[in-house]
């Protein structure tokens, strides 16, 4: 089988772009926008839609495949604008074909199920031949995020062309990411491929300043890697944070105390989970002086799902 990045450039010549459906097995499709510059450079890839209830990225990667001229470019850049049509479809987190949820599936399984099935070929056949990797999201029906970009903290060259290009990023806040596997843009880093990933609000709406926002730092990381003109203009203030989740351990309600950027207290109460009755089953408390990264705003919460964040400023 031919690679999606080889077949895309077979079918559309440099100065040229195209937009294509690949189908990399007969129950998989993903619509993809290549524009290809008339000299040639490095590719840069831009996913969106990993979960299907996000939607700033998937308009975002629309907007700046519109907008390149490629006769103006030294270099590919190919856009993956709804990477789980399944998901998409089903305005899913998960997928509605097995369940499965994307972004916890790379680099997948080639005799897996359909889910593990597609971040295989997208691994393989996208990310692996790309310079740099950037992935959009937000925070779906479920959940609210601050608008921020992630990077990885590796021991390897690509942590710090990573940081370079989330500081291109117009977010005010850069998260070192925790070390999660099945995450596109971990496994990703861990092979040498830049990688950043980012958020916008959620709750299942379309946000058009987040849609600007997107589409101006996928601009800004082409001009950085020199595939488009201008270089690196001036950067955004950002504050550099860092921490991860607090998981639901049992099935119930969850009820919010806080609010997404909100400051809070070390063993300042941040949210419980309840039952049905009201019974109190698992309450929620700040371990450290730190910042509101994201809250579920899905009242019914299942035992392992997220339930709130809250980072610290990092060096």
């Known amino acids: 089988m031919r690679s999606a990045t080889s077949l895309c450039r077979e079918i559309c010549q440099p100065g040229k772009k195209v937009e294509y459906s690949w189908t990399p097995a007969s129950d998989i499709e993903v619509p993809l926008l290549l524009c290809r510059g008339l000299e040639a450079g490095p590719l840069v890839v831009a996913t ?21 001229i490629p006769q103006k470019m030294r270099g590919d850049f190919l856009g993956v604008p709804i990477a789980h049509v399944a998901a998409y479809r089903g305005v899913s987190r998960e997928s509605p074909l097995d369940g499965k949820n994307l972004a916890r599936s790379f680099p997948g399984r080639l005799e897996g199920t359909v889910t593990e099935r597609l971040a295989h070929f997208l691994f393989q056949e996208v990310v692996l031949k790309s310079d740099l990797v950037m992935d959009f999201h937000s925070g779906g029906i479920k959940y ?5 970009v992630g990077y990885y903290d590796l021991p390897n060259e690509s942590s710090a062309k990573s940081l370079q290009v989330a500081r291109c990023m117009p977010l005010g806040f850069r998260w070192k990411l925790p070390h999660t596997p099945g995450v596109l843009t971990y496994e990703a880093s861990k092979l040498n491929i830049p990688a ?11 946000d058009p300043n987040g849609v600007s926002v997107y589409v101006d730092g996928i601009m800004a990381a082409l001009r950085h890697l020199g595939i488009l003109a201008g270089g690196d203009g001036p950067h955004l203030p950002q504050t550099a944070i860092e921490g991860d989740w607090m998981l639901a351990s049992q099935d119930g309600f969850f009820q919010s105390s806080v609010a997404v950027g909100q400051r809070v207290c070390r063993n300042q109460e941040l949210g419980a989970i309840v039952a049905v ?22 009242a019914h919460i299942g035992k392992g799902d997220w339930a709130v964040a809250v980072v610290k400023e990092a060096d």
């Open 277 to 298: 009755s009201g019974k109190l089953l698992q309450e929620f408390k700040a371990s450290q002086d730190g910042l509101v990264l994201g809250i579920r705003t899905v």
């Open 196 to 206: 950043i990933g980012a958020e916008y609000l959620g709750e299942g709406k379309l």
């Open 48 to 68: 969106a839609g990993i979960h299907g209830d996000e939607y700033e990225g998937m308009q975002a990667v629309w907007k700046v495949y519109e907008s390149l």
């Open 144 to 148: 609210r995020f601050l608008p921020l």
